[in-house]
Each structure stands twice: as C-alpha cells, then as structure tokens.
T-cell receptor, first 112, second 116 residues
Framework: AQSVTQPDIHITVSEGASLELRCNYS??????LFWYVQSPGQGLQLLLK??????LVQGIKGFEAEFKRSQSSFNLRKPSVHWSDAAEYFC??????????FGAGTQVVVTP | GAVVSQHPSRVICKSGTSVKIECRSL??????MFWYRQFPKQSLMLMAT?????????EQGVEKDKFLINHASLTLSTLTVTSAHPEDSSFYIC????????????FGPGTRLTVL
C-alpha cells in the first residue's frame, strides 16, 4: 500500500531564511510525486511534480524538490522564504493511473 | 489554463436538508473528477472518484447514499450531501483531471459547508 509521511506538522522560519519540508513515501515502484500548497480557506495549488528523469525538480514560486529513491524521500526546498510562503504544504504520491495519497501536511509560519 | 471552480464557496444549512455543490472545469474537459473532504488542520481525504457518464467509485467508509455524485458532462460534477447533519460540516474540495495526464489533478477553491 502507498503512504506518505510528512514528519513535521509545523515549521516556523524567518523571512529570508531557507526552508526545507520533508516527505517520505512508501510505494513498491517509482511513484508519481507532487507538492501542493494551500492557503487558508483555499484549494490546492501544484508547486511541482516528479514523474521521471532529473531527480531535482524545479517548481513555481522558487521552490524545488529532490527525489531520492534510496531514502524514499521527496523533500521540498526554498532558498529564501517570503512572508507570502506562509501556508500549508502537502506532499502527495500516486502510481501511474492511480489515486493520490496525501500526507498530513506541514504548516509553515514565516516570522519577520 | 486548467482552472477549476466550485460553487458555492460557503453554504450554511439546517440539519436534515440537502446541499448541492458544483465543480466545473472552466477551460478543459475533465474525464475524471475527484471529491475530497478536509477537516480543520487535517489532510485531504478522498471521498470518491467520478468519471463522466458512469457511476462514481466511493472510498471505503463513504456512504454513497448520503454523498450523491453526478458527473453528467465533461466539465461538471456535482456532490449532493443529503439529509445533512452537523457532523457533515467540513471543507469539500473537488479536483479535475483532463485524462491525458491522469495523475495531474487541478483543484477547485473548496466549499465550506456548515450544518446547523
């Protein structure tokens, strides 16, 4: 069975500092991996996705993620956060043609 | 491109009434639409998957008679919460997939349902 773990429920980061959100998955083959962001009371916006190829994926809003098969991880990073990055972040995994499984989410708070 | 809308954005209803939520793909044809439920500070839980012109596939534990899903066209799916009760209060989010990339889902803005 597929599963997604986001170990950090809540992260506080200073504006301008770097950010890394962890995501670990469990799946028998190479999964499709996604990172979404959700602002309060809003739907989800896709930040980036990994299907195959280069394991370092660039996304929107300056985010990137790296797929590490040996560690079953797909961590999201941003070199310098902005106050507007405060939101809930969800990692998701799905097999080709299958349904998405979401992690529990990580709440990011950005302090001045 | 790839915009999904939901209507209404917020709805308050009395216990025992039914509520219909619409999900529309505005600039693409969605062969598959998904309905999720999200409780406060929790993740999204898939309720059902609907394909245009066929019956929805419900996840385990979701009452199909309570949450009626219709996907009558390639741009519209509806979720009807029948005989709503306070425990049905939640944030309902739909997503749509154009079918050429099944795993890429585009999400609507969500509907906040409050049952009094």
């Amino acid at each position: 069975a597929q599963s997604v773990t986001q170990p950090d429920i809540h992260i506080t980061v200073s504006e301008g500092a770097s950010l890394e959100l962890r995501c670990n998955y469990s799946y028998g083959a190479t999964p499709y991996l996604f990172w979404y962001v959700q602002s309060p009371g809003q739907g989800l916006q896709l930040l980036l996705k990994y299907f195959s190829g280069d394991t370092l994926v660039q996304g929107i809003k300056g985010f990137e993620a790296e797929f590490k098969r040996s560690q079953s991880s797909f961590n999201l990073r941003k070199p310098s956060v902005h106050w507007s990055d405060a939101a809930e972040y969800f990692c998701a995994v799905g097999p080709p043609g299958g349904k998405l499984q979401f992690g529990a989410g990580t709440q990011v708070v950005v302090t001045p | 491109g790839a915009v999904v809308s939901q209507h209404p954005s917020r709805v308050i209803c009395k216990s025992g009434t039914s509520v219909k939520i619409e999900c529309r793909s505005l600039d693409f044809q969605a062969t598959t639409m998904f309905w999720y439920r999200q409780f406060p500070k929790q993740s999204l839980m898939l309720m059902a998957t609907s394909n245009e012109g066929s019956k929805a596939t419900y996840e385990q534990g979701v009452e199909k008679d309570k949450f009626l899903i219709n996907h009558a066209s390639l741009t519209l799916s509806t979720l009807t919460v029948t005989s709503a009760h306070p425990e049905d209060s939640s944030f309902y989010i739909c997503s749509a997939s154009p079918g050429d990339s099944y795993n890429e889902q585009f999400f609507g803005p969500g509907t906040r349902l409050t049952v009094l």
